[in-house]
């Protein structure tokens, strides 16, 4: 009887893992399929790097032109704010993109003299 409860365990366990990975393979997809956010989760790879040295388009991880008003700039970091930020987001993970937007609104505020 023993035997029989540590297999169905074990077939459960796996079935969970299968699921579980499925879901966030599902989840991980659709993040990338979103412009703007595979457009930061591309930039993941500058560490802690400026924005300068790393030829990162404080723009473009906003997903902006640059010849967008003060306004427009202000809305866009707003609404990535609340998508991204680790309170409000609904998916674990987000924090350094969030950060990552963070930086690069702080930069074009310098930038635009704010």
């Known amino acids: 009887m023993e035997d029989h409860v540590k297999k169905a365990q ?33 930039a993941m790879k500058m560490g802690n790097q400026s924005f300068h040295t790393t030829g990162i388009d404080c723009y473009r991880v906003l997903g902006l032109d640059k010849s967008v008003t003060d306004d427009q700039v202000k809305k866009r970091y707003r609404e990535l704010v609340v998508r991204l930020h680790p309170d409000t987001a609904g998916t674990k993970g987000t924090e350094f993109l969030f950060q990552l937007v963070t930086a690069a609104y702080q930069q074009i505020s310098k930038e635009r003299g704010w």
Not at 14 to 38: C, F, I, K, R
């Open 10 to 42: 074990k077939r459960m366990t796996e079935a969970t893992a299968d699921m579980m990975s499925g879901w966030l393979n599902q989840m991980l997809q659709d993040m990338l399929n979103d412009p703007v956010l595979g457009e930061l989760w591309s």
